[in-house]
Structures are given as C-alpha cells and as structure tokens.
C-alpha cells in the first residue's frame, strides 16, 4: 500500500480518502454486476444510464455516511486527550464503514439469483431465520459463500490498515477555520446527500431509467437498498406512497363493481365500517365439505407440463386431465407470505410486507380459518419446516387457526433438508392427520404447505429420473415435488375423507421472478387444479387470480357466509370484463384485463398501460379505456387503503 506523508495532509484527509476509496470499490462492484448481466444491459446508452444514475446513488449514500465524522473530526480532532479518543473512534467508523459497504456488495450476487434484485427487505426479514438461512447458503450457494468470505476477511485485513494509517499522524488547523470548514463540509454534505436540488430528494426512482427491474437494480449500491427498505419497513409501506390518490368514495364504488355481487349483497352502505362485507351463497347446498390448501412452493406455470412449461409434473398434469384446471391463474406477489396472504385472507397485495408479517394483522384479521372456525371446523396448518418462520405461527394463531403440525411435530421422517421434512413426510402427516379428523366427525381445514422444491433444492434420491444434472436443481426439485403430490392422491382417494373433501393444487408463487420487463407477467402464472370426488373435469380458460380461491373454495365446500374478500366465485358466472390478475411486484403493481390489457404503477412515476403479449412474454406500450385504468388504480391502493381503516377485521 502507498506510504502517506500524512504531516502535509489536512484534516479532512481521511473523510476524502475513504470517501474516493468507496467510490471506486462501488463503482468496480457496479460494473462487475453490469459485466456479468450483459445480456439485459445489452447497449452502451444502458451501461451509461446505469453508471450516471450509480454515481449519484454512491455519492449521495458516501456523503450520509461521512458527514457526521465530518463534522466530528472538524470540532474534535487535535493532540489533546479528546483528540485522541476521537481518532479512535474516527478509524474504527471507517473501518465498519468500508466492512459493510464491501459486505453488502459481495452479498449482492446471490441475492440477484434469488430474487432478481439487490438485497432489500427480504435480507432483513431473513437474518431474523439464521438456522434456515445458513443452511441454504451451506448447502445451495457454496461458491458463492467462499469467494464472500474471501472478500469480506481481505477487507479486514486490508481495511483496519488503511483506517489507521489514513487517521495518523494529521495537521490540524487553527480554530479560526474550523467553523467555516464545517460550514462548507455541511453544505456540501447535504447537497450530495440530496442528490438534488429538487423538492423530492434522490431515491431509487428518480434513477430509474428500464422497464427492465434490475438495471434500476444495478443503478443503485447495495447499501443504499438496504437502508430505503428498512426506512420503507419503518414506515409501514403503503400504496399511498408511491401511486397517484384516488378519491376514497370512488374507490370504494370501484372495487364494489369488480366484485360480480349484486347491490343488495352487500351488509351496509359504501360508508360503512367494512364496506366489501357482503353475504355469499355457496353454490353446493349440501354437507359442508372439508378443504385442503396444498400449497406448492415456487411451483410457477412454466414446471407444469400440462399448461405447456417443462415435462416435470406427469402427476399434476393427470390430475389437471381429470379435475378443474385453472389454466390462466396468476399470483398476486413472489414470495411465500404474499401467496399465502391470498389464498388465506384474500387479500390484496401492497407495497408493503404481506399481512403474514404486518403488525396489526396478527390477531382479529379476517381469514377463511377464523370463518371456518366459527362453523365448528378444525383448522390447522402443516409445514414441514419451523412454523415461526415467516412469522406464519403467529399470524396463523392470532387468526383462526387452532391446531399447527410443523417440523418439531413429525415423529418420523425419511429425509430432513434445509427447510425441513420432505414433501413426502410432509404429506404422510397430512394423510395421518385427515384419517384422524375424519374420523372425529367433524369437518376441517387445512393448509399444507410445500417445502422441497425451495434452494437448495434438497429431496431424496432414487424416488425420480432427474430431469438434468447435478441431481440438486430447481427441475428436478420441482419434479420430486410432482412425485410427492402423486404419492399422497393416491393415499388420499383410498381413504375415508376423500369423499367429503374439497383439495386445490396451488402454488404460492412461480421461482425467481426477473426479466426485462417492467412487470414479468410470466412469471405471475402458477397452477391450480381444484379435486374432489363430484369436481367435474374442466379446463377453465378463465383470467383468474389467487384471490378468487378462498371464495371459490368455500362455495364448493357449502360455506354461505358474511365475509370482506373482494375475490370472486368462480363457481359462478363471470364476466369477460370482471376478469382479471392482479400482481405486487415488488413495489411496481400490475392489473391484467381479460384482454392482456395491462396497466402498471411504478413508484412516483405516472401510470403506463400495455399489452401483454403472452406467447413472447413481451410488453408493448398502448393506450387503455378509463375504465380499465379506474379499475386497476382502486385495486393498487385498496390493499393499503383496507389495513389503514381496517375494513378486513374480522367480527
């Protein structure tokens, strides 16, 4: 390292230095990243774009991080006893800086895997998990981890010598020009800090440039990531943040509209303290039925032979032969509690965490277990895994649900990775526990919800062909998940409850959603296969979303009830022009007409409409009719709008 005649230096010395020495490490990571996805930054105005924005983005986050030691080592500094203790302090802050600007960027490329963008709030909400989450990195992102830990011990080596030899041996000026120094570093500092002279100041948006999500991605450092969804977390996100407003009443007379209910459904007037509570008829009158959520982790459209992905389901795709196909079903988000959060609730998605995690949903919050509890069902959830991760034990015990059979439940299992029991222990439980059910009397419901087929994709071997090589990967994983479904039907048709039960296949959502898109709508397209004993054979070519299947179930399982969720009965008849997905994408929402009219919110930006060509999985920009836009604006803000005013508490 290059010797310092540090005595001709000034004060500031080790704020520039470490400031110009950030710079260059964010900037190298940037163009790493730029290097490595080449392919979707594709030409030069791109790459321009993406390194303009990412100076702005590491300078303004350069000068958050330094102007407090800025100003600190101005007022501070000097040969005296709090001179010296400061300059402890001063090396010690640069160090830990330097440590988590490189931590965060080496962290980064796995993270992209994963979720198709830099680390974010799902990097906090999984270091609260570090028996899952390490063991997923042992186990699925090897490579990864060494060349981490490579990097991150070379910065503690390198960077303690650098924070001491930078805070060494300085010239400290006279007190007649601290003041006026301070003054132009304050100055300064907020300025670049800012990252603007505008109202608003700089954030993520305001350096997007691509419908593409991760080049926006790339733009911005992962530090910076980190801390905007933390504040975001802080805040308790809300749609009202990032999309234009919408005139409360007008709102509510939209969503009311998409509902497929007539007037005098619903309980009370458009000012009421619930205004979506309305009283549905269930379309079978006779024996309440049980209801079985299988919920299949990442199991997205394009596994599923049957709805034209890769040959890997041979099970669903007979299931899907016999039974009710919902072939045009999209989740409303990518991540597990937002399926979840759907399928449960029925609720619709927001910027913010999924009600799973939010903190005034984990008790009194309307789901189908705490309506299904009230009508003398059991309710239960299987896992798996550990219950409280996701926060789901909580959330599902605050909300209807009596009995939890996760992991520390199973008395016997025959393969245990990362996540927990096989799908095949997972399913053996579930059989276990239905017999025994049925066998009590009374009806019940249950949530079973899928592991294996999650990174790093962990199954027992010899029960498939793999698909491809190695055996861990996400086909394969996906295939062994088929095998496990196929297994437990034909458990479950031999049994006492199959008679009386109604079973749904769905996935939570689909495996690492990414593209060049503004919204990958692809990626939103998930299975679900309805299966009973009187389910007739369908294929259902209907736009469906995941928020219609928890009013759909109830209706087959003879459930008439009160209840808030907007979703719709897809036991009746519904209109082309009520159709529709609805898909949280991160903080960008999407709404999908019947039509492949598409239109999208990006945060602080204007709305943008399109049509989605679905073969291609391509978005092209065109002009929507208002109502469509109407529509689509009342449901991008009614999720947070709901949580704010607690219209979906349960009674």
């Known amino acids: 390292?290059?010797?310092?005649?540090?005595?001709?230096?000034?004060?500031?010395?080790?704020?520039?230095?470490?400031?110009?020495?950030?710079?260059?490490?964010?900037?190298?990571?940037?163009?790493?990243?730029?290097?490595?996805?080449?392919?979707?930054?594709?030409?030069?105005?791109?790459?321009?774009?993406?390194?303009?924005?990412?100076?702005?983005?590491?300078?303004?986050?350069?000068?958050?991080?330094?102007?407090?030691?800025?100003?600190?080592?101005?007022?501070?500094?000097?040969?005296?006893?709090?001179?010296r203790l400061w300059t402890k302090i001063l090396t010690l802050w640069i160090f830990l800086s330097l440590f988590i600007v490189v931590f965060m960027e080496a962290a980064t490329p796995s993270f992209i895997q994963?979720?198709?963008?830099?680390?974010?709030?799902?990097?906090?909400?999984?270091?609260?998990?570090?028996?899952?989450?390490?063991?997923?990195?042992?186990?699925?992102?090897?490579?990864?981890?060494?060349?981490?830990?490579?990097?991150?011990?070379?910065t503690i080596i390198y960077g303690w010598k650098f924070a001491r030899r930078v805070t060494s041996n300085l010239h400290y000026p006279g007190w007649s020009v601290r003041p006026l120094l301070a003054l132009c570093v304050l100055v300064i500092g907020i300025l670049g800090a800012r990252g603007t002279i505008q109202h608003r100041p700089l954030n993520p948006a305001l350096v997007a440039f691509s419908t593409d999500h991760l080049l926006n991605e790339i733009s911005i450092n992962s530090s910076y990531s980190l801390v905007f969804a933390i504040k975001g977390m802080l805040e308790e996100d809300s749609a009202y943040n990032y999309y234009p407003k919408m005139e409360k009443k007008t709102l509510l007379k939209n969503i009311r509209r998409q509902m497929n209910l007539p007037p005098h459904a619903f309980v009370g007037s458009i000012d009421a303290s619930a205004p979506t509570l309305a009283v549905h008829k269930a379309s079978y009158t006779g024996k309440p039925k049980n209801i079985v959520i299988l919920l299949q982790e990442s199991l997205g459209a394009r596994y599923i032979g049957a709805l034209g992905g890769l040959p890997l389901t041979p099970n669903v795709d007979k299931l899907i032969h016999r039974y009710w196909s919902l072939d045009n079903l999209y989740a409303t988000g990518t991540?597990?509690?937002?399926?979840?959060?759907?399928?449960?609730?029925?609720?619709?998605?927001?910027?913010?965490?999924?009600?799973?995690?939010?903190?005034?949903?984990?008790?009194h919050f309307f789901t189908i277990a705490s309506l299904l509890k009230k009508q003398d069902y059991h309710t239960q959830f299987?896992?798996?895994?550990?219950?409280?991760?996701?926060?789901?034990?909580?959330?599902?015990?605050?909300?209807?649900?009596?009995?939890?059979?996760?992991?520390?439940?199973?008395?016997?299992?025959?393969?245990?990775?990362?996540?927990?029991?096989?799908?095949?222990?997972?399913?053996?439980?579930?059989?276990?526990?239905?017999?025994?059910?049925?066998?009590?009397?009374?009806?019940?419901?249950?949530?079973?919800?899928?592991?294996?087929?999650?990174?790093?994709?962990e199954y027992p071997k010899g029960k498939i062909t793999p698909y491809n090589h190695p055996d861990d990967t996400r086909e394969n994983a996906a295939k062994y998940a088929d095998y496990a479904i196929g297994e437990f039907f034909k458990k479950a048709k031999t049994s006492n409850y199959w008679k009386n039960t109604i079973f749904v296949i769905v996935a939570d959502h689909d495996s690492r959603a990414g593209g060049n898109t503004l919204i990958p709508v692809g990626h939103f397209h998930i299975p679900a296969v309805i299966i009973g004993q009187d389910i007739p054979h369908k294929r259902d070519k209907r736009l469906v979303s995941q928020l219609d299947l928890p009013q759909t179930l109830l209706s087959l399982a003879g459930i008439s009830s009160k209840n808030p969720m907007i979703g719709l009965d897809l036991t009746q008849d519904i209109p082309r022009n009520k159709e529709r997905a609805i898909m949280q994408y991160n903080k960008t929402f999407g709404y999908m007409d019947a039509n492949h009219h598409i239109m999208v919110f990006a945060p602080h930006k204007a709305p943008q409409s399109f049509f989605y060509d679905k073969q291609n999985e391509k978005l092209t920009p065109m002009r929507v009719s208002s109502q469509l836009q109407k529509k689509a604006h009342a449901m991008?803000?009614?999720?947070?709008?709901?949580?704010?005013?607690?219209y979906y508490w349960d009674e």
């Not at 290097?35 to 958050?64: E, K, P």
């Not at 609730?345 to 913010?352: D, H, K, L, R, S």
């Open 1 to 83: 390292m290059t010797h310092f005649n540090k005595k001709t230096h000034s004060i500031l010395f080790p704020i520039l230095s470490t400031f110009a020495l950030m710079l260059v490490i964010l900037s190298i990571s940037r163009l790493s990243f730029c290097l490595w996805q080449h392919y979707r930054v594709i030409d030069t105005h791109n790459l321009i774009q993406i390194l303009w924005g990412g100076l702005r983005i590491d300078i303004s986050t350069l000068c958050y991080l330094l102007i407090l030691p800025s100003i600190g080592t101005l007022f501070l500094s000097g040969n005296h006893f709090i001179g």
């Open 636 to 646: 991008a803000l009614w999720g947070s709008l709901a949580y704010k005013n607690n």
């Open 335 to 363: 991540r597990s509690v937002r399926g979840i959060e759907a399928v449960t609730a029925g609720f619709a998605p927001t910027p913010a965490r999924a009600v799973v995690k939010r903190n005034k949903t984990q008790t």
């Open 114 to 154: 994963e979720y198709d963008v830099r680390p974010q709030r799902f990097f906090i909400e999984y270091l609260v998990y570090p028996k899952e989450v390490s063991s997923m990195l042992l186990k699925g992102y090897k490579l990864e981890l060494i060349i981490g830990t490579m990097i991150c011990a070379l």
């Open 382 to 457: 299987i896992y798996g895994g550990e219950s409280h991760f996701d926060n789901m034990k909580t959330y599902f015990l605050g909300n209807g649900v009596m009995d939890i059979q996760d992991f520390p439940t199973f008395e016997k299992t025959t393969f245990v990775g990362s996540w927990g029991a096989c799908d095949e222990d997972l399913y053996n439980k579930a059989n276990q526990q239905f017999s025994q059910l049925e066998k009590a009397g009374n009806p019940f419901f249950s949530l079973v919800f899928s592991t294996s087929n999650h990174s790093p994709f």
